[in-house]
Structures are given as C-alpha cells and as structure tokens.
C-alpha cells in the first residue's frame, strides 16, 4: 500500500540527511570534476566528486553577470532550501559563489 512508499522515500530522505551531514561547507577546493552531464538554460552540468565526503554530485554552474545585491538575495534563498529538510528538496547539498557563477550542488541522480 501507500505505508510502503512513504517508508522508502523516508529511507531515502534519512540517506541523504545522514550525508548531507558529513559534507559541510562546499567550497570550490573540494570538487573533483569527473564528467559533463550536460549543458543548458546558461548552465553546465558536471559530474563531480566531493573530495572530503567521497559523495558524488551533480554540481551545476550558472554564469551570473548579477549585482551583488542580487547575488545575494539568490544566495540566501539557496541557503534557506539548504536548511529546510523537506523531502522535496532531497538531493540538494548546496550553493556557493564563486568567479562570477554559482554552483548549485545536487544529488547526482543514478539513471
């Protein structure tokens, strides 16, 4: 029944709440680009691996010729997702700023 989904994607949901606790702080040091996944909507997507958690991701980076203000509104939007646990929002590790472009980390999604 209905039970047996909730359970899996409860699973699924502490999974990825127990990693997402191990991987902390992103900063651009830590990645390891492993792959492209593909390109589009002013962004590429690269696979990656997050070197101090060993957790691979997809990291998606946007161009963003922004005023700081902006920067910063998106940046905090970003934050307060990464806060908020909702089962919605599984699979998102992160954001940052970095040269112009922001980095949205994301389960990298096995298919």
Same mark, same amino acid.
């Given at each position: 029944?209905?039970?047996?989904?909730?359970?899996?994607?409860?699973?699924?949901?502490?999974?990825?709440? @127990?990693?997402?606790?191990?991987?902390?702080?992103?900063?651009d040091d830590d990645?390891?680009?492993?792959?492209?996944?593909?390109?589009?909507?002013?962004?590429?997507?690269?696979k990656v691996l @997050?070197?101090?958690?060993?957790?691979?991701?997809?990291?998606?980076?946007? @161009?963003?010729?922004?005023?700081?203000?902006?920067?910063?509104?998106?940046?905090?939007?970003?934050?307060?997702? @990464?806060?908020?646990?909702?089962?919605?929002?599984?699979?998102?590790?992160?954001?940052?700023?970095?040269?112009?472009?922001?980095?949205?980390?994301?389960?990298?999604?096995?298919?």
């Amino acid at each position: 029944g209905d039970s047996e989904v909730d359970r899996e994607q409860q699973k699924r949901l502490d999974a990825f709440l @127990h990693d997402k606790q191990k991987v902390g702080e992103l900063k651009d040091d830590d990645f390891q680009k492993l792959s492209e996944l593909g390109a589009g909507n002013g962004g590429v997507v690269n696979k990656v691996l @997050h070197r101090p958690s060993g957790i691979i991701m997809a990291r998606k980076l946007i @161009h963003l010729e922004i005023k700081p203000a902006i920067r910063t509104q998106i940046l905090r939007e970003l934050q307060v997702l @990464h806060k908020c646990n909702s089962p919605y929002i599984v699979g998102f590790y992160g954001a940052f700023y970095i040269d112009g472009e922001i980095s949205i980390c994301m389960e990298n999604m096995v298919g």
